[in-house]
Protein backbone atom coordinates (compact mmCIF):
# COMPACT_ATOMS: atom_id res chain seq x y z
CA UNK A 1 0.00 0.00 0.00
CA UNK A 2 1.23 3.12 -0.80
CA UNK A 3 1.66 5.60 1.83
CA UNK A 4 3.61 9.37 2.22
CA UNK A 5 3.96 9.69 5.69
CA UNK A 6 4.96 14.13 6.71
CA UNK A 7 5.68 15.10 9.42
CA UNK A 8 6.62 18.93 10.83
CA UNK A 9 4.25 22.29 9.93
CA UNK A 10 2.72 23.07 13.04
CA UNK A 11 2.83 26.83 15.01
CA UNK A 12 5.55 29.48 13.92
CA UNK A 13 6.12 32.96 14.33
CA UNK A 14 5.86 36.02 11.15
CA UNK A 15 9.56 36.27 9.77
CA UNK A 16 10.46 32.41 11.33
CA UNK A 17 11.19 29.09 9.29
CA UNK A 18 9.94 25.96 9.27
CA UNK A 19 10.70 22.89 7.33
CA UNK A 20 8.36 19.88 6.61
CA UNK A 21 9.76 16.38 5.68
CA UNK A 22 7.91 13.14 3.52
CA UNK A 23 8.68 9.93 3.24
CA UNK A 24 6.98 8.14 0.77
CA UNK A 25 6.73 4.33 0.00
CA UNK A 26 6.04 3.84 -3.54
CA UNK A 27 8.28 1.27 -4.38
CA UNK A 28 11.33 1.62 -6.60
CA UNK A 29 11.07 3.96 -9.62
CA UNK A 30 13.50 5.46 -12.19
CA UNK A 31 12.06 8.58 -11.39
CA UNK A 32 9.32 10.15 -9.34
CA UNK A 33 8.01 14.29 -8.52
CA UNK A 34 7.47 14.71 -5.19
CA UNK A 35 6.33 18.11 -3.52
CA UNK A 36 4.12 19.94 -1.05
CA UNK A 37 0.47 21.65 -1.69
CA UNK A 38 -1.33 23.95 0.23
CA UNK A 39 -4.65 24.70 0.72
CA UNK A 40 -6.31 27.53 2.60
CA UNK A 41 -10.12 27.48 3.75
CA UNK A 42 -11.77 28.60 0.78
CA UNK A 43 -9.61 28.16 -1.54
CA UNK A 44 -8.51 25.35 -3.98
CA UNK A 45 -5.12 23.63 -3.51
CA UNK A 46 -2.25 25.29 -4.86
CA UNK A 47 1.70 23.42 -5.77
CA UNK A 48 4.04 25.05 -3.25
CA UNK A 49 7.18 23.50 -4.37
CA UNK A 50 7.67 20.22 -6.23
CA UNK A 51 10.90 18.23 -7.53
CA UNK A 52 12.15 14.63 -9.28
CA UNK A 53 14.04 12.56 -8.50
CA UNK A 54 18.12 13.87 -9.47
CA UNK A 55 16.67 17.78 -8.84
CA UNK A 56 15.19 17.80 -12.17
CA UNK A 57 12.00 19.75 -12.97
CA UNK A 58 12.46 22.39 -9.71
CA UNK A 59 9.38 24.26 -9.36
CA UNK A 60 8.55 27.22 -6.69
CA UNK A 61 5.42 29.02 -6.40
CA UNK A 62 5.89 32.71 -6.77
CA UNK A 63 4.68 33.24 -3.23
CA UNK A 64 7.31 31.57 -1.68
CA UNK A 65 10.14 32.00 -4.12
CA UNK A 66 13.19 33.44 -2.95
CA UNK A 67 12.27 32.29 0.55
CA UNK A 68 11.92 28.01 0.20
CA UNK A 69 14.31 25.31 -1.14
CA UNK A 70 12.73 21.79 -2.00
CA UNK A 71 15.42 18.89 -1.97
CA UNK A 72 14.87 15.03 -2.46
CA UNK A 73 16.64 12.20 -0.82
CA UNK A 74 16.40 9.12 -3.04
CA UNK A 75 17.99 6.97 -0.62
CA UNK A 76 15.77 8.22 2.60
CA UNK A 77 12.68 8.09 0.21
CA UNK A 78 12.53 11.89 1.34
CA UNK A 79 11.45 15.31 0.28
CA UNK A 80 11.91 18.29 2.78
CA UNK A 81 10.95 21.41 1.81
CA UNK A 82 12.00 24.69 3.53
CA UNK A 83 10.29 28.11 4.22
CA UNK A 84 11.86 31.00 5.90
CA UNK A 85 10.51 34.50 6.24
CA UNK A 86 7.27 33.43 6.95
CA UNK A 87 3.73 35.39 6.69
CA UNK A 88 0.45 35.13 8.19
CA UNK A 89 -0.17 34.09 4.02
CA UNK A 90 1.61 30.76 4.93
CA UNK A 91 -0.99 29.34 6.90
CA UNK A 92 -2.83 26.30 5.39
CA UNK A 93 -3.05 22.92 5.49
CA UNK A 94 0.08 21.31 3.64
CA UNK A 95 -0.40 18.07 2.01
CA UNK A 96 2.78 15.83 0.66
CA UNK A 97 2.12 14.68 -2.99
CA UNK A 98 3.65 11.84 -5.78
CA UNK A 99 3.50 10.97 -8.65
CA UNK A 100 5.99 10.15 -11.87
CA UNK A 101 8.55 12.62 -12.92
CA UNK A 102 6.13 13.63 -15.50
CA UNK A 103 3.59 15.60 -13.20
CA UNK A 104 6.92 17.89 -12.27
CA UNK A 105 6.71 18.79 -15.80
CA UNK A 106 3.50 20.35 -16.17
CA UNK A 107 2.82 21.16 -12.72
CA UNK A 108 2.61 24.77 -13.42
CA UNK A 109 -0.11 23.90 -15.99
CA UNK A 110 -2.10 21.39 -14.03
CA UNK A 111 -1.58 21.92 -10.41
CA UNK A 112 -2.57 19.37 -7.87
CA UNK A 113 -5.00 17.44 -10.68
CA UNK A 114 -2.01 14.72 -11.86
CA UNK A 115 -0.96 13.82 -8.46
CA UNK A 116 -2.03 10.61 -7.80
CA UNK A 117 -0.95 9.80 -4.00
CA UNK A 118 -1.42 12.32 -1.10
CA UNK A 119 -0.27 12.54 2.91
CA UNK A 120 -2.73 13.34 5.87
CA UNK A 121 -1.95 17.02 5.63
CA UNK A 122 -0.28 19.05 7.96
CA UNK A 123 -1.40 22.37 9.68
CA UNK A 124 0.91 25.18 9.25
CA UNK A 125 -0.16 28.32 11.35
CA UNK A 126 1.65 31.59 11.34
CA UNK A 127 0.88 34.00 13.25
CA UNK A 128 2.17 38.11 13.48
Known amino acids: QVQLVESGGGSAQSGGALTLSCVES????????MGWFRQAPGMEREPVATIATGGRHPYYADSVKGRSSISQDTAKNTVSPRMTNLRPADTAMYYC?????????????????????WGQGNQVTVSS
Open 26 to 33: IGARPSIC
Open 97 to 117: AADTEESCMIVVVIGSRNFGY
